[in-house]
């Protein structure tokens, strides 16, 4: 079956430390994102991805690092750089047709110890 | 500055009536305009959509009217029940620029 997978569905990071959230799609989508869910609130965009070894930053790119180095995966960093991480992580795909839709993943929820 | 806003948190409907979510955004280059059902602790999972060309679109139960002079979308839910209770969220995309920009959703609680 086609889709997103990500992963670990849960995180627990310590102060000062990085953590990393895998995105893997079997889609064969170009676009690949990054949005960030806290609760009682929208969906923040974070980094995003046309094609490729090229992404752009969204509107809280801070503290976080992206890379794209295959189509079929799009790892998100959260660096201690970020200091309020806590927050439910989602990883979206995209076929960049001119109205093509995101499919997301399941999330993952990443806590501060 | 948000780009894309629900401003009704919260809806409550009775079964069998009409659910009507909002959504008014201030970007004039949104060419496409989406809506999404989500769960807690799960991925949101797409209704429907409309482009720019078109002012109404439908699938089923679910219609999206679309005011582009307004900068105003509204999704339609006929008849409502249980099973949708959800948080709704619309998104808008500049389709030059494949970036989707979500509002802040609506909690629906179809009350049976």
């Known amino acids: 079956d086609g889709g997103i997978t990500q992963s670990p569905k849960y995180l627990f990071r310590k102060e000062g430390q990085n953590v990393t959230l895998s995105c893997e799609q079997n889609l064969n989508h170009d676009a690949m994102y990054w949005y960030r869910q806290d609760p009682g609130q929208g969906l923040r965009l974070i980094y995003y991805?046309?094609?490729?070894?090229?992404?752009q930053k969204g509107d809280i790119a801070e503290g976080y690092s992206v890379s794209r180095e295959k189509k079929e995966s799009f790892p998100l960093t959260v660096t201690s750089a970020q200091k309020n991480p806590t927050a439910f992580y989602l990883c979206?795909?995209?076929?960049?047709?001119?109205?093509?839709?995101?499919?997301f993943g399941s999330g993952t929820q990443l806590s501060v110890l | 500055d948000q780009q894309v806003k629900q401003n009704s948190p919260s809806l409550s409907v009775q079964e069998g009536r009409i659910s009507i979510l909002n959504c008014d955004y201030t970007n004039s280059m949104f060419d496409y305009f989406l809506w999404y059902k989500k769960y807690p602790a799960e991925g949101p999972t797409f209704l429907i959509s409309i482009s720019s060309i078109k002012d109404k679109n439908e699938d089923g139960r679910f219609t999206v009217f679309l005011n582009k002079s307004a900068k105003h979308l509204s999704l339609h839910i006929v008849p409502s029940q249980p099973g949708d209770s959800a948080v709704y969220f619309c998104a808008a995309s500049d389709s030059g620029t494949y970036k989707y920009i979500f509002g802040t959703g609506t909690r629906l609680k179809v009350l049976a």
């Open positions: 991805s046309q094609i490729v070894n090229d992404f």
């Open positions: 979206a795909s995209s076929p960049r047709d001119t109205w093509g839709k995101l499919f």
